[in-house]
């Protein structure tokens, strides 16, 4: 692994993946800093990520994401917690792959469904009718996940993180990370 990729992680996954919760922790003992790049997006926008896609839509809220991730991407030794949409375009899927290390946080379906079923937060579930069925919500976190499922595949290291507590994914993630450094790894 390139020494100056090393020094930039990306965490990818889908909307209750466990991207913000590991970011940080995963920052605190690399000894980098964490950053959120919906929290970048709303302090540029001075709006929040919900209030984006329902004033201006999502088009509007990818190009924000795209300039925030590029000026993230100059970044040094930080853990960059990404969007569940972020990668889902080639611009800025290369723009992750050529500045830093891309981290997969894959959780299955049915665990998606089941931390996101009563979830109203997420701007891609509010695209739902009020009172959706739990079918409903179910069939679109599957179509969503199976769209987007490709970019994420891409990803450098892909961490399985069904019944994972967090503590494990870090040593998980630290490891595969040692592993793509060590000169043995072509």
């Known amino acids: ?34 950053v959120d790049i919906d929290r970048e997006i709303e302090k540029s926008a001075g709006k929040t990520v919900r209030e984006i896609f329902e004033s201006f839509g999502e088009e509007y809220f990818r190009e924000i994401e795209r300039k925030v991730l590029q000026e993230l991407s100059h970044r040094e030794e930080c853990v960059i917690s990404l969007g569940g949409g972020t990668i889902i375009s080639d611009v800025n899927l290369n723009i992750v792959k050529s500045t830093g290390v891309l981290v997969y946080l894959k959780v299955s379906e049915e665990q998606l469904f089941h931390r996101l079923k009563h979830k109203t937060d997420r701007p891609m579930l509010s695209s ?3 009172g959706a069925s739990e079918i409903e919500v179910q069939q679109h976190i599957n179509t969503l996940l199976a769209r987007r499922e490709p970019y994420y595949a891409q990803a450098d290291v892909i961490i399985d993180m069904e019944g994972k507590k967090v503590g494990v994914t870090i040593d998980i993630i630290m490891e595969r990370l040692r592993q793509m450094s060590s000169p043995q790894q072509k």
Not at 23 to 28: F, G, T
Request: no cysteine; hydrophobic share 35%; glycine share 10%.
């Open 1 to 34: 692994m390139a020494e100056e990729k090393s020094h930039r992680i990306y965490l990818t996954g889908f909307m209750g993946s466990g991207k913000s919760t590991i970011a940080p922790i995963l920052a605190n003992t690399l000894g980098y800093t964490s």
């Open 128 to 130: 739902l009718p009020t």
